[in-house]
Nanobody, 114 residues
Framework: QVQLVESGGGLVQPGGSLRLNCAAS????????MNWYRQAPGMQRELVAT???????NYLDSVKGRFTISRDDARNTVYLQMNNLKPEDTAVYYC????????WGQGTQVTVSS
């Protein structure tokens, strides 16, 4: 069955960096768009970054220039490199595929605080 397993979250100071990883299995990874979402307490889930099977990317305006999504089809893994982190980036980050009604990972907590 489809599995998405996120890792790489943690506590970081403002201005710091983290790299999130999402290891996928159970489907032909290279065929599918992969997404990173996030949800902060009391807030709606929002789409942070998307990468198509051809490598095209798209970002939430507030993370443009700071976050980079990438994929390694040989490793069935999608990454989210997050630089210059801000307190407002604090959220649980989720990996997703097959659309909004598709498959989700368990999430990884990112906390940006001094």
């Amino acid at each position: 069955q489809v599995q998405l397993v996120e890792s790489g979250g943690g506590l970081v100071q403002p201005g710091g960096s983290l790299r999130l990883n999402c290891a996928a299995s159970g489907f032909t990874f290279s065929f599918y768009v992969m997404n990173w979402y996030r949800q902060a307490p009391g807030m709606q889930r929002e789409l942070v970054a998307t990468i198509t099977n051809g490598g095209r990317t798209n970002y939430l305006d507030s993370v443009k220039g700071r976050f980079t999504i990438s994929r390694d089809d040989a490793r069935n893994t999608v990454y989210l490199q997050m630089n210059n982190l801000k307190p407002e980036d604090t959220a649980v980050y989720y990996c997703n595929t097959h659309g909004d009604g598709g498959y989700w990972g368990q999430g990884t907590q990112v906390t940006v605080s001094s």
